[in-house]
C-alpha cells in the first residue's frame, strides 16, 4: 500500500491547540492593526498641530505688515513738508538771509580729509598658483625626452 499524498500528518492535532494557535494569530493581527492606527493618528495630530501653527504664523506675519505699513505712513506723515513747516514755525525758527550767515577763515585748517578705505595700487603681482613645470603639456614633455636620446655624447679624453 502506497502512500499517495505526501502532506497527511500521521496524527491530528489537538483541537485546543489548533484554537490557541488561530486565537494566537488574531491577537498578532490586532496588535498590528492598533500598531498601524496608532502611528497614523500620531502622524495626523502631527500634521493637523503643524497646520495650525503655520496659518498662525501667516495671519501674525500679515499682522506685522501692515503694523509696519502703519508705522511707515506715520513716518512719512510726520516728515511732510507741512508737517516739518509746523514744526519750524512753533520752535521759533525761520529762514536764514545772507546777513545772517558768517564765514570765518581758519588758518591751517583744510577741512575734512577723504577717507581712503582701499590700499593703495601695488605693482608686485600676486604667486603663481601653478608651478612652472607643471605647465608643460605631455607631448611637449615626451618631444624634449626624445631629442636627449637622440643627441650624442661628448667623449672627453684625458
Known amino acids: 500500500m502506497a502512500i ?6 500521521a496524527y491530528k492535532q489537538a483541537p485546543w491547540r489548533t484554537a490557541t ?13 492598533a500598531c498601524v492606527i496608532w502611528i497614523m493618528v500620531t502622524v495626523s495630530v502631527k500634521t493637523t498641530d503643524a497646520g495650525l501653527e503655520l496659518n498662525w504664523l501667516v495671519s501674525e506675519k500679515l499682522r506685522l505688515n501692515r503694523e509696519i505699513a502703519s508705522k511707515n505712513a506715520q513716518i512719512a506723515d510726520a516728515t511732510s513738508s507741512e508737517q516739518m513747516q509746523k514744526r519750524i514755525d512753533g520752535m521759533g525758527f525761520r529762514p536764514a538771509t545772507p546777513a545772517d550767515i558768517t564765514y570765518i577763515v581758519i588758518d591751517g585748517f583744510t577741512g575734512r580729509q577723504p577717507k581712503i578705505s582701499a590700499p593703495p595700487p601695488q605693482s608686485v603681482q600676486p604667486p603663481l598658483l601653478i608651478k612652472q613645470i607643471y605647465t608643460q603639456s605631455l ?8 631629442l636627449k636620446l637622440t643627441e650624442k655624447p661628448e667623449v672627453k679624453l684625458p
Open 4 to 9: 499517495k499524498n505526501h502532506l497527511i500528518q
Open 21 to 33: 494557535q488561530n486565537g494566537a494569530l488574531f491577537m498578532i493581527g490586532l496588535v498590528i492593526a
Open 139 to 146: 607631448s611637449d614633455w615626451l618631444w624634449q625626452g626624445a
